[in-house]
């Protein structure tokens, strides 16, 4: 885009976000997670989407600008209290994306004990770190993992394998779940060194006791191919 075009499609979503917020239309999309063992929906994960007209879009489009518009926080806080109202009867796990900046962000964490005050369902919840950038803090994060624990909440490291990822954040982090990077299992059944990476992070995975889940397993050749165990949903 050029420089106008960027500043131009900015201003059109900031907008666009503002408007979606107020009349409700930020809205969570339930992903199915696959045990490969049980062969049953286990989990599901809460994905965000605007809805505009007969319009569904995907983060893509406007989470890097709701976060320079200021209006990212709204965003998350509106997926945690529709997701937690949605799983208040069900059975199934749901698991919630958190940035950096979500849980470095007091109002936030504020928000996220106060609904698992309320709702009295930690036990189905699992709290995604995104590993979008490096992180310098691991008391702040270490304390807030303590207290959602508390509640019976597990916690998940998303995109392992992209990125900052290193092995060392899963020691420090303490993490139930490592979410594999689609990018590694994609091309997983055609390229050698995806293998290889995969493989090796299933293997630290089962030393450290921590479960795995693997994203983008959309042929059955993918699902077929698993080192041992490889999910749709979870590894």
Known sequence: LKLEEFYDNNRTWTVKIKKALEEDRI???????????????????????L???????????????????????????????KSFEYFKDKEFEFSINLTLEDISNKSMRDYIVDKLNSYKNGS??????????EIDNFDEINEFIEKVRSFGCKIAIDDFGSGYSNFSYLIKLKADYIKIDGS??????????????????????????????????????????????????QL
Do not use: M, W
């Open 124 to 133: 189905k919840v699992v709290f995604e770190i995104v590993e979008s950038e």
């Open 51 to 81: 809805i505009e007209d007969d319009k569904v879009y995907s983060p893509y489009y406007f989470l890097d600008i709701a976060k320079k518009s200021r209006q990212y926080l709204s965003i998350t806080k509106r997926v945690i209290e």
């Open 27 to 49: 809205v969570p999309y339930y992903q199915a997670i696959f045990n490969t063992k049980t062969q049953k929906i286990e989990k599901y994960e809460c994905l965000v989407r």
């Open 184 to 233: 590694l299992i994609k091309d997983f059944t055609v390229d050698t060194d995806h293998c290889n990476i995969v493989t090796t992070i299933l293997q630290f995975a089962k030393l450290q006791n921590i479960k795995t889940i693997a994203e983008f397993v959309s042929q059955k050749e993918i699902l077929d191919k698993k080192p041992h165990e490889l999910s749709g949903g």
